[in-house]
């Protein structure tokens, strides 16, 4: 299993650009998320999304969206980018079955808006 | 609303020095409690976790107990190693559908 994978690894947007941060697992989890981590700050929750088809609000959900079309795949959509968008962002899942919370993460997205 | 207080760092610590880093939460109900770990340029790793009063995670030599009365969750080690050396997060999840909420994050670092 490869896990959560996250694309691209780096990337530079202009104010006003959009993009798409691609997050997919294999590992048949129901239950996907992303967070923001600015730096000396731990990670905040943006969106989540429990099951193909469902979406929530986080902490800190303005200027994203998301959508969940399929239980592998959670994108998270940046419409016009801003300055104060700039962070690492983490994709998580975790499974739906049994006593385990345990979500396992990405290697991160590095975003720089300038 | 929920949250994690976790003590300031970095910490800088000699190798086989004690470890103790502190985290208090302030959760409504009962939640479960985490450590991860951040390894520099890497994701989040699960350390350890708690998920009810007076459980004791423990994983590599570290080790945390959910303490309901005094809402702690401190993490331990009785001897570190360079190896160790990381950002060390404490989290909560209020309930299993929820995202984690985490503290600010401590740095470690472990000189030989």
């Known amino acids: 299993n490869a896990g959560v994978t996250q694309t691209p690894k780096f990337r530079i947007l202009k104010i006003g650009q959009s993009m798409t941060l691609q997050c997919t697992q294999d590992?048949?989890?129901?239950?996907m998320y992303w967070y923001r981590q600015d730096p000396g700050m731990g990670l905040k929750l943006i969106y989540y999304?429990?099951?193909?088809?469902?979406?929530d609000k986080g902490e800190v959900p303005n200027g994203y969206n998301v959508s969940r079309s399929t239980t592998e795949d959670f994108p998270l959509r940046l419409e016009l980018a801003a300055p104060s968008q700039t962070s690492v962002y983490f994709c998580a899942s975790r499974s739906g079955q049994g006593a385990s919370y345990e979500q396992y993460f990405g290697p991160g997205t590095r975003l720089t808006v300038t | 609303g929920d949250s994690v207080t976790q003590m300031e760092g970095p910490v800088t610590l000699s190798e086989e020095a004690f470890l103790t880093i502190n985290c208090t939460y302030t959760?409504?109900?009962?939640?479960?409690l985490f450590w991860y770990v951040q390894y520099p340029g890497e994701g989040l790793q699960l350390l350890l976790k708690a998920t009810k009063a007076d459980d004791k995670g423990s994983n590599k030599g570290f080790e945390a107990t959910y303490r309901k009365e005094t809402t702690s969750f401190h993490l331990e080690k009785g001897s570190v190693q360079v190896s160790d050396s990381a950002v060390y997060f404490c989290?909560?999840?209020?309930?299993?559908?929820?995202?984690?909420?985490f503290g600010k994050g401590t740095h470690l670092i472990i000189q030989p």
């Open positions: 999304s429990v099951g193909a088809g469902i979406t």
């Open positions: 590992m048949n989890h129901n239950y």
């Open positions: 959760a409504t109900g009962y939640p479960s």
């Open positions: 989290a909560l999840q209020p309930r299993a559908s929820d995202g984690l909420t």
